[in-house]
């Protein structure tokens, strides 16, 4: 069985950087797509980042030259950078990963982001 588990949220300052961590808890081929998702009370899940191995790379507006999504292989790990962060990213953020067969996909219980002064 895969698990995902997300770290480094918590509380930062606006204007400061944070660094979201995913680790790929278990057996999987390889991750073929990795996005980042995030959720805010009264608000649905809404899409941040994304990025197909090989492929294309997406960031919604609101985040784009400010967040990084990336991925570490021989960790099985996947990054979220988040530089300028504002009031209005604060959220849960949720890991979602897939394999190359796509009825192997997984998600992240999530991870609090504070952007506050």
């Known amino acids: 069985q895969v698990q995902l588990v997300e770290s480094g949220g918590g509380l930062v300052q606006p204007g400061g950087s944070l660094r979201l961590s995913c680790d790929v808890i278990?057996?999987?081929?390889?991750?073929?797509?990795m996005a980042w998702y995030r959720q805010t009370p009264g608000k649905g899940r809404e899409l941040v980042a994304d990025k197909t191995t090989g492929g294309d790379t997406y960031y919604d507006d609101s985040v784009k030259d400010r967040f990084t999504i990336s991925r570490d292989n021989a960790k099985n790990t996947v990054y979220l950078q988040m530089n300028s962060l504002k009031p209005e990213d604060t959220a849960v953020y949720y890991c979602h990963v897939r394999a190359p067969d796509p009825r192997h996909y997984y998600w992240g219980r999530g991870t609090q982001v504070t952007v506050s002064s």
């Open positions: 278990g057996r999987i081929d390889s991750i073929h797509y």
